[in-house]
């Protein structure tokens, strides 16, 4: 035990020294980056997150300073959230390769405004917090474009849309489904071509629509790729995807749907173009709201997500 024990504090001070030494190959410096994205509700976040590269002593400082206070609705995230996040995007950047532990991770220093949205405060609701807990990477990126444009990705769509229905069936059981999750395009890469209706940073995958209407009795009429929704570029961010669906019931429903971006797409980089923004219909009309829905049977609901911000200028 006491061997084993040994082996492992070896390997995290052989990837502490790792990190470090990836860092001290960067310029010492600030670098400053800022997403803007709106959430369910309209409600329009704003992250800023300005990156301190201290090579000689191996450390960066991801500061949240200037990003948006607390929100009404569930959408504040906590700061040990916010500070996994921050630091898997620093990580995917400056040294991949190594593994993640105490070693690796700990030259990445993450601070925020106490009660900001990304460290928020008891009793700030916090239920939605992927909302914005996955756009945390999307201001850090930008700003490491200023130190290794060739290793960061634009703007993806950032959080999944999270789907949540609430009914009875044909014979009157009533049913509630689990959360289930769609994703909309990557942001583009420097040098490879996009990845469509994928997500970044969690790595959510969707639930088969096989098993969905298996469980439950819902009907989709169409789930494909929204075709041209990423953004323009040298590399065009990836496409969204269109889904749509009715429940196969006779009584009223309940929808609970999380979009984001729906005013405006992801960011290009380097002078690429946005993304498409999304879109939600109920029976051909706009709807945006962080609440229940009610719904009537034959409703139909389609949901096109946002697409990925192009790399680039185009060619």
């Given at each position: ?8 504090r ?43 590269v ?7 400082v ?13 959408i ?8 996994a ?11 991949p390769?190594?593994?993640?532990n ?12 106490k ?10 609701p916090?239920?939605?917090?992927h ?5 945390v ?21 950032g ?61 989709f ?95």
């Amino acid at each position: 035990m006491r061997s084993r024990r040994f082996h492992c504090r070896k390997h995290i001070a052989a990837h502490h020294q790792a990190s470090r030494k990836a860092i001290r190959k960067l310029p010492s410096g600030v670098s400053h980056g800022e997403s803007k994205f709106d959430t369910p509700g309209g409600e329009v976040v704003t992250l800023r997150a300005s990156i301190t590269v201290d090579a000689d002593a191996g450390e960066i400082v991801v500061d949240f300073a200037g990003s948006s206070g607390p929100s009404k609705t569930g959408i504040n995230v906590v700061m040990n959230y916010t500070h996994a996040y921050a630091a898997l995007a620093v990580r995917a950047c400056l040294n991949p390769e190594v593994p993640n532990n105490h070693g690796s991770l700990a030259p990445i220093k993450v601070v925020a405004p106490k009660g900001c949205i990304v460290n928020c405060d008891y009793p700030a609701p916090v239920n939605a917090r992927h909302v914005v807990g996955m756009w945390v990477p999307m201001p850090i990126l930008k700003a490491l474009y200023q130190v290794m444009p060739m290793r960061v990705i634009a703007e993806g769509a950032g959080a999944v849309w999270t789907v949540q229905i609430q009914g009875s069936r044909a014979d009157g059981e009533s049913f509630t489904s689990s959360v289930f999750n769609y994703s909309g395009g990557m942001g583009a890469r420097a040098r490879k071509p996009r990845l469509d209706a994928t997500c970044f940073p969690a790595g959510v995958s969707a639930v088969p629509i096989e098993i969905l209407e298996a469980a439950m009795p819902i009907v989709f009429g169409q789930k494909m790729l929204r075709k041209g929704s990423g953004g323009a570029g040298a590399f065009r961010g990836g496409d969204g995807q269109v889904i749509s669906f009715r429940m196969n019931t006779e009584h009223p429903w309940i929808l609970n749907v999380s979009p984001v971006c729906l005013i405006e797409g992801p960011d290009g980089l380097a002078g690429a173009a946005r993304g498409l923004a999304g879109s939600c219909l109920i029976n051909g009309k706009a709807f945006s709201d962080s609440k229940k829905i009610a719904m009537s049977p034959g409703d139909w609901v389609v949901l096109e997500t946002p697409g990925g911000g192009g790399y680039g200028k185009p060619l």
